[in-house]
């Protein structure tokens, strides 16, 4: 039989009576004994897994195995039904949303930040489903593995009581949590969810387990919850995967690969932190419950599972990549849509430059003492981008953007017809006369760029530097693909935009997509997570991106892009994570200022061939998939190794 992946979402154990089989939206699930290690400690409880709604499934474990057994999880064992495989290889592919992928949060990690809060969410709005909020009388959390050993420089207490109280990254108040967590220090209490005040002392219910990780991923927690007599209510566990998604064990192995869970299932899909209200009643909970299902049952357009496949796919359709992302967007949101959430993750991006930039701060936070550099760095540069008076120069303007507001024919005006897109390939191609349509204007077909001597390369420091200082003090930034590796792709982007770009509106669109593409082969055959594959797996992989969409929009083939891609990763193998004091300080600021200029100067070797080359992005991804399995797990964000025991803190 065949079940959605929302019908086998989120698991929660519950101490109710419950039959040996539970019915939840007309699928039937058999009960399952929770097997972890406090209730073995606790006396005997008759147990269940409830299943609901809203968690898009990841088979996180998959990710770190050879092909061949990806392969043959995704399509079910030997005695599977021919249906039951052919909707396997439907789903069996690299393709999730860009929005997905790039998403609004705070800082400074968003494995260890961004992943609890959301995890913390989930977690008591599970409470509410199923009836038992109001009977908790007391929590109690556990951190284990890389979540415990780099938590407090990362800020992962604070970030999960903020998702225990209700919150999200993309809209909580930044500057309210310090204040917020002192006050649960103070009184010993907390309001779970925002509406349940119960007892809670952080000092002994708040278990870091330095040494002890769970079996499933190093990034693992705990949340249960007990009843005024003492008894447990409910427990699950959850894993932060890298890039703000969180999984579970029950959602692990609930569907294809392509298919992840990182929004909960209350928050609206496309909105920015600035502007999303909170929903205030169950009808419009339902409405972003709905939108996410629908999402859920969606098919790519146009799947891709390796980068091989979609050069070939490029080729074979006259497209470039970015117009094969695009495309998939197109099965989620409308066109407007796709290219308003386009920009409005480009103005969160340069929004946290500026900030970065214009900083009157003198010190990140933390026992380090770090100096802020961007704002010295940039008064240095010869001429201030945003003004002597700090105004958003360098963001997307309105008058250079009215999709943004007017739609995209504003947008568009007099440019039409400037996509010369499929002419003479109709006899073999696949796509559609709408999704041709839908392409016009959006995209255009470029030369070569020959302006390959690039000026002003100290501005890719600066940006890079001023994105992850202001991540470093827990300001909003963009996961691209991840907090800790989130300066890369806004400073190459902010740079062509600035010094190269003739077309900002359509680069803006091009370079994002592109990168967005890159990201999902890494998503799928890898991890982003610097817990299992160290900062090869974020930074590494934000060069490669980078190095893929820069490339894009200097005119070059697909081919040529993914060349870049692979040139951007291949010297970046290896790559350790040993964050000083658990802090995303040092290395990780400056590491963000190298990989943006690795990746330019990756785009400018690959535009300099023909896109030959002898080693294949799919090979250095599996490559990199492998060095993280090799690679001692002091060097794979623990702080046990590397810099973090060389460095002094005082």
Partial sequence: MSISVRALSRSIATTSRIPS????????????????????????????????????????????????ERAQKSNGNEEATASSSAESEATNHAVVSTFDLFSIGVGPSSSHTVGPMRAGKIFVQDLVEHRVLDKVASIKIDLYGSLALTGIGHGTPNA???????????????????????????????TLNGSHRIRFNPDKDMTLHYYESLPQHPNGMRFTVFDADGDMLATNEYFSIGGGFVVNEKTQVAHGENVFYRDNKHESM??????????????????????????????????????????????????????????????????DDVINSAYRIWNVMDDSIRRGCLSAHGKLPGRLNVNRRAPHLYQNLMRGIYGPGGSNQGQLA??????????????????????????????????????????????????????????????????????????????????????GAAGVIPAVLKYHLEF????????????????????MLYKRGASISAAEMGCQGEVGVACSMSAAAFAAVMGGTPA??????????????????????????????????????KAVT???????????????????????????????????????GGLAVNVPVC
């Fill in 398 to 483: 309105q008058e250079q953007s009215p999709a943004i507001t007017d739609g995209l024919q504003n947008m568009l005006a007099g440019v039409n017809n400037s996509y010369t897109g499929a002419q003479g390939v109709a006899s073999r191609t696949s796509l559609t006369n709408t999704q041709r349509t839908e392409l016009t204007g959006v995209f255009k077909k470029r030369p070569l760029s020959r302006r390959l001597l690039l000026p002003q390369l100290d501005y890719l420091s600066v940006y890079a530097i001023a994105v992850n200082e202001e991540n470093a003090a827990g300001g909003r930034v963009v996961t691209a693909p991840t907090n």
């Fill in 560 to 597: 040529q892009v993914e060349n870049a891609a692979e040139i951007g990763m291949e010297h970046n193998l290896g790559l350790t994570c040993d964050p000083v004091d658990g802090l995303v300080q040092i290395p990780c600021i400056e590491r963000n200022a190298l990989g943006a200029v």
């Fill in 270 to 335: 496309h909105t920015s932190s600035s502007s999303a209200p909170k929903a205030e009643n169950g009808d419009s909970e339902q409405t972003a419950m709905d939108e996410r299902t629908q999402q859920d049952l969606v098919t790519a357009a146009l799947p891709f599972r390796t980068g091989t496949g979609l050069i070939k796919m490029c080729e074979r359709e006259n497209l470039s990549i970015a117009e094969v992302v695009f495309l998939n967007e197109l099965q989620w949101r409308s066109r």
């Fill in 500 to 519: 190269l770009s003739e077309d900002p509106s359509r680069d803006i669109l091009e370079f994002l997509f592109t990168s967005a593409a890159i990201g």
């Fill in 21 to 68: 089989v539970l019915r939840i939206k007309g699928c039937r699930f058999p009960a399952l004994t929770a097997q972890s290690a406090l209730q073995k400690k606790s006396r005997p409880v008759e147990t269940m897994r409830f299943t609901g709604s809203g968690c898009r499934g990841l088979s996180t474990m998959s990710e770190a195995e050879p092909e061949p």
């Fill in 160 to 190: 999960t009581l903020m998702g225990l109280e209700g919150e999200l990254p993309e809209t909580v108040p930044t500057e309210t949590i310090i204040s917020r967590v002192e006050a649960m220090h103070e009184t010993n209490t907390m």
């Fill in 602 to 640: 990756a785009a400018q070797l690959a535009l300099q061939g023909d896109g030959s080359h002898r080693v294949s992005l799919d090979q250095v991804i599996e490559t990199m998939r492998q060095t993280g399995q090799d690679m001692m797990s002091k060097y794979k964000e623990t702080s046990q």
